[in-house]
């Protein structure tokens, strides 16, 4: 017995891999095993309801709901899944009563609750008391007059009348379509016609308006129907909300499970990964922090992510590694993020660290040592008339020595003997900053 649920664990394990993957027949070929061994395990049909919904088999996914209800009536998620594929099919009143069931089962569950308030907007549309034109009914009352049924034949008039409905304001644009102003006429119950205001258009002017209106309907774009909300990527999303509000208090170990929770229901959303390394770099993981980076942009990539998104990702292995004070790291993942997307505060972070770049390799050439033998060689050549050469050599010994006025001051004695004069007078004023005791240079200068 302990065999075979072992091996109906391992399967579920397998397919729900496989559905956050987008490999939806492998995921139900692994949930039907799982099945199969375990068939009174009301959470392999609401897994297998959720694999089919998204494969979009609605009637498959609905029986699977049906079925988790059955076993476990008092677990919320059945109805969930039953309502939703309910509501895909368009089977309305249907998704309504099922919802309104696992209401009764738990009646505070906020996702039931969002769902039928989603379903009731299909069935019972909102009027908006201030805008006439959101009543559904005006469709009919336009059928119903000879002059304007006509018009809802036309697709340009149609898409204006729509704008209208979902904002009033727009009406001005189409005052001189008399198309429109029947129709206002029609829905508001007066004759706007007759007003003195609105002369009849001319024959020539009508033709002209409607080819403007063709031309124009085809550059505009009809507005877009509105999609149902996915209850996984709601969940996902309430998980996310969750996460945001405990790393504002500061509880990264809840906000930690809330994300990953959250990347669980939808692993295609990599912004539930950049907060999770956001908690992960405030908890000082930097190494953690950059590897669920790093599968950031990988989900990122699989799923056209936008690139902000993936920019965001990069910037934050570049914060870490600068908190580990590797900066050339941290630069080449400034400069990835810089590539997705440019923006002011990672183009700061990048010069800062170019700086200190060039200032940690200034030091690090510093040698003492190496600096007096380049001093030895010039004074070699210096005393041999080869001023040329012997420039060279201290000007290597003040990079090894930048602090030694001695290097400053023999080079302004090559400058001088070369008749730089200009650049002599520059050690030499660099030579009495370091050593304001330094003689010699102020009678050189």
């Known amino acids: 017995m302990a065999e075979s649920a072992a091996s109906a664990e391992k399967f579920k394990a397998e397919g729900n891999e496989a559905l956050k993957t987008g490999d939806f027949d492998k995921a139900i070929e692994c949930y039907t095993k799982a099945i199969e061994i375990d068939p009174q395990n009301a959470v392999l049909y609401s897994n297998r309801s959720a694999a089919y919904a998204k494969k979009e088999d609605l009637a498959s996914a609905a029986d699977d709901g049906q079925k988790a209800i059955d076993l476990k009536p008092k677990w919320a998620r059945g109805y969930s899944r039953k309502g939703y594929a309910l509501f895909q099919q368009g089977k309305y009143e249907e998704a309504k009563s099922v919802y309104e069931s696992g209401l009764k089962v738990e009646p505070e569950n906020q996702q039931l609750k969002d769902s039928l308030a989603d379903v009731k907007a299909k069935i019972e549309p909102k ?3 201030n805008n006439p034109f959101s009543d559904p ?43 429109m102003m029947k129709a206002i006429g029609v829905i508001l119950g007066i004759d706007l016609k007759t007003g003195s205001q609105f002369a009849e258009e001319t024959e020539a002017a009508e033709r002209e308006r409607r080819e403007q209106e063709a031309k124009k309907a085809k550059e505009e774009k009809p507005p877009e ?31 930690l499970s809330h994300y990953e929770k959250a990347f669980e229901s939808d692993p295609t959303d990599i912004s539930f990964l950049t907060n999770k390394a956001a908690v992960l770099f405030e908890m000082k993981q930097y190494d953690d922090c950059v590897e669920v980076c790093r599968k950031a942009v990988d989900v990122g990539r699989e799923n056209h992510s936008p690139f902000s998104m993936v920019a965001k990702a990069f910037a934050r292995m570049g914060n870490a590694r600068l908190k580990q004070d590797n900066l050339e790291e941290a630069l080449r993942f400034y400069d990835k993020s810089l590539m997705e997307d440019r923006t002011k505060d990672v183009e ?14 200034r030091l690090d050439y510093i040698d003492p040592e190496l600096a007096q033998e380049e001093k030895e060689k010039g004074n070699g050549l210096f005393q041999g008339g080869d001023f040329p050469g012997a420039m060279k050599h201290y000007t290597e010994a003040i990079k090894r020595n930048p602090d030694d006025a001695k290097l400053y001051s023999n080079r302004a004695a090559c400058y001088t003997k070369l008749a730089e004069f200009r650049l002599g007078l520059a050690d030499c004023e660099k030579c009495l900053e370091l050593d304001p005791s330094f003689v010699k240079e102020i009678g050189r200068a």
């Open 348 to 361: 700061k972070r990048k010069k800062d660290v170019e700086k200190r770049l060039a200032e940690k390799k």
């Open 137 to 179: 009914q005006i469709w009919a009352r336009l059928a119903m007059n000879p002059e304007t049924r006509e018009y809802l034949q036309q697709d340009d008039f149609r898409m204006k009348l729509e704008l209208i409905r979902r904002d009033p304001s727009s009406m001005t644009q189409f005052m001189q379509d008399p198309r």
């Open 225 to 255: 129907p509105e999609e149902p909300v996915d209850p996984i990527k709601k969940q996902a999303k309430d998980e996310k909300e969750l996460g945001n509000a405990a790393y504002k208090k500061k509880d990264f170990e809840a906000a």
């Open 127 to 129: 009027i908006d008391p």
